[in-house]
């Protein structure tokens, strides 16, 4: 399957923990973006890279959250001192650059719940 | 005013029958728009893009009216599989991010 991947799908936490996800993008996509789902919502963008550099964040990305993508392939995104209020489904997806539409492709997410 | 917004659901249709949904966004400067489809605890999947002169695939066709930021989707002959929630998704101005309506759910009978 050469789709995108992320690691974990499901991810049970205590408040106050740190969590971090990874994302394996569709290997000759050069863009990457991170979203949340929460229940009823549709996805709200977060942060999003060109190879390796992050080149627009939300508002929603409060300071305790960071991501990387240190070699332009796969990504990070941290979640530092967890609220009940991170639980929710972590989306990545990936596009090329020279793709007219840019059509972006989703990885299955990782599931977060902080108890 | 929200960025994107759709019908509210859930429309409930017996198979065969012709459903649209609606959707309207306020970015005029919003270049490429979306269908995407999402089933339930999935990620979103892309069901087709959207082009200005409206596009159909199979027993899908999706519109666009520029002047009047409306988007459109119609599925002919439901079948019981379509049941899913169908996310309309613009990018925003020139930039690569999209951004998602909260979704219409459908769901086909027997």
């Known amino acids: 399957d050469t789709g995108v991947s992320q690691n974990p799908r499901h991810k049970i936490t205590k408040r106050g923990q740190n969590v971090t996800f990874r994302c394996d993008p569709i290997?000759?996509?050069?863009?990457l973006y991170w979203y949340r789902q929460t229940l009823g919502q549709g996805p709200e963008f977060l942060t999003y890279f060109q190879n390796e550099a992050q080149l627009e964040k939300s508002r929603l990305l409060s300071d305790r959250f960071s991501a990387e993508r240190p070699k332009g392939s796969f990504s990070t995104l941290e979640i530092q001192r967890t609220e009940q209020g991170d639980s929710a489904m972590y989306l990545c997806a990936s596009s090329l650059s020279r793709d007219p539409q840019e059509t972006q492709y989703f990885g299955p997410g990782t599931r977060l719940l902080v108890l | 005013r929200k960025e994107v917004e759709q019908d509210p659901g859930p429309f409930n249709v017996p198979e065969g029958a012709t459903v649209a949904f609606n959707c309207t966004y306020s970015n005029s400067a919003s270049q490429s728009f979306f269908w995407y489809r999402q089933d339930c605890r999935k990620e979103p999947k892309l069901l087709m893009s959207?082009?200005?002169s409206g596009n159909e695939d199979g027993r899908f066709t999706a519109q666009l009216n520029r002047a009047s930021q409306y988007i459109s989707l119609l599925i002919r002959d439901s079948k019981l599989s379509d049941s899913a929630t169908y996310l309309c998704v613009v990018n925003r101005g020139g930039y690569s991010t999209l951004t998602f309506g909260k979704g219409t759910m459908l769901l086909v009978s027997p």
């Open positions: 290997s000759e996509h050069n863009r």
């Open positions: 959207v082009y200005s």
